[in-house]
């Protein structure tokens, strides 16, 4: 079965610094999208990337799909307190119909 | 404004005891979910619906039990049979099993064993 691994796990960087985020699968990904979860709260859709080479931006957000669609990756720049909570890859497996997550990054930006 | 909507936000209860989490979505959407998310382990899948009166397994539906009998509730109980039910539980709702990705998701329910 198909799975997402994210790294790191957990993340704690200053305020103003950029930060990399990653999303690795075992299969080839038709849909990768990007969730982020204020702690305890329901999840946030940030961007979604279907193409090899894709990449987005939203505000200080930039999302990219390798050439071989099993890797992603978020990056932020000069990283804010409000960018703070788990950030969420999710991806589609045509074989269930079903979404799969990631294992999740927990990120705290301190001043 | 359409959403979707989970309550409690917290729940306690009782070992042995069963306890139903409720789901409601005013999005007109054919398609619900019901996940369970514990730290490190990113989001499982439990039970998902495509349409009213249907549902099928998910990954770890063992313990939980659901029911869809309007469009707009899909709840989960949560059953004594579940061995370490202590976790944040997600319900969300898309279009359709095929439209995943626009999946809209609800704030979540705490749900704490004691």
């Known amino acids: 079965s198909q799975e997402l691994e994210q790294s790191p796990q957990s993340l704690i960087v200053q305020e103003g610094k950029n930060l990399t985020i990653n999303c690795t699968s075992s299969k080839t990904l038709y849909g990768l999208y990007w969730y982020k979860q204020k702690y305890g709260e329901g999840l946030i859709f940030l961007m979604m990337?279907?193409?090899?080479?894709e990449e987005k931006s939203h505000e200080k957000i930039t999302a990219k799909l390798d050439e071989k669609k099993q890797q992603s990756s978020l990056h932020i720049t000069a990283s804010q307190p409000s960018h703070a909570g788990i950030y969420l890859c999710?991806?589609?497996?045509?074989?269930?119909?079903?979404?799969?997550f990631g294992t999740g990054t927990r990120l705290q930006v301190f001043p | 404004d359409g959403g979707i909507t989970q309550s409690p936000k917290y729940l306690f209860r009782k070992e042995g005891q069963n306890v139903t989490l409720s789901c409601e979505q005013n999005l007109n959407h054919d398609a619900m979910y019901w996940y369970r998310q514990d730290p490190g382990q990113g989001l499982r899948l439990i039970y998902y619906?495509?349409?009213?009166?249907?549902?099928q397994k998910g990954d770890i539906a063992e313990g939980y039990s659901v029911s869809r009998e309007k469009k707009e509730s899909f709840p989960l109980t949560v059953t004594s049979a579940q061995k370490n039910p202590t976790a944040f539980y997600l319900c969300?709702?898309?279009?359709?099993?095929?439209?995943?990705?626009?999946?809209?998701f609800g704030q979540g329910t705490r749900l704490t064993v004691v």
């Open positions: 999710g991806a589609d497996n045509p074989n269930t119909d079903k979404l799969i």
């Open positions: 619906s495509q349409i009213v009166n249907d549902f």
């Open positions: 990337l279907q193409k090899g080479g």
């Open positions: 969300a709702s898309s279009p359709s099993t095929v439209l995943v990705a626009e999946a809209f």
